[in-house]
């Protein structure tokens, strides 16, 4: 987001762009999500509730669930969501390797989508300071070319550590014969996007700093259009398509472990 808060005409009109994307990808995970809790609740009648079409429904079951099982898993809802959710400790029991490619991917992804919505934040509230004059008052870090300096060190690192869970899961997929037998089309889709998205990444920060990634090309104003297209296939895949694909499942798998309070 880094390229969209600039003082031309043209980062503007880009900027406005990557609004239009936020939001209609925001809209299209909305109506995704809101297919898939009307499924889920129609799916509720197996847990002795009524039939019905409503999205309330699974979220009205899924709390009776939470309150059932705390009587049958000794074990709270924070333990579950720390231990099984963000750690994922029963994928670690059953292999410590597919462990760490999913923990690298799922916590190098999380971050750095944290880091880009502070990004985008701070940008969104530089600009609206200067349209209304208040920009000047706005605190050092306030800036996006300090907060992005501020970010550059930790996006490096969680962008490799996501790089690192990626190049295992194609290993994974390509070498391992039983992942290989059992690998299908949505699974090969998420692994090439994941490695589109981040190589992406690399490659518009490396035109714009000179470094590495920068795969030899030494003109700065490739960057902007660069860093659009790794942040529009970004939203594109990583919130629009989320509900109508198998990354449901970093959605899905959460509720059912609070629902089980950890158990299977």
Known sequence: MEYFAGVSDALRLTFVQVMIMANLS???FIIGMYINLKKWGMGSTGYGQQPSGSILAFPRMLVQQMSEHAHVHNQSVL????????????????SPLRWFMHFTIFAGWMILFVMSLAMFLVE???MIGEEVGYAHSLPA???PEVFREILSVPNDIFSYILLTGIIIAIYRRLFVAKVRESTIAYDSILLIGLT???ISGFVADGI???RFWSLGIDDTTLAPPMALFHVVISLLFCIAYIPFSKYIHMIAIPLALLANKGGE
């Open 26 to 28: 925001i809209g299209i």
């Open 79 to 94: 333990e579950t969501f720390v231990l099984d959710i963000l750690f994922q400790r029963r994928i670690l029991r059953r």
């Open 124 to 126: 969104m509230i530089y």
């Open 141 to 143: 870090f306030m800036s």
């Open 196 to 198: 589109v998205i981040t």
């Open 208 to 210: 714009r700093t000179g």
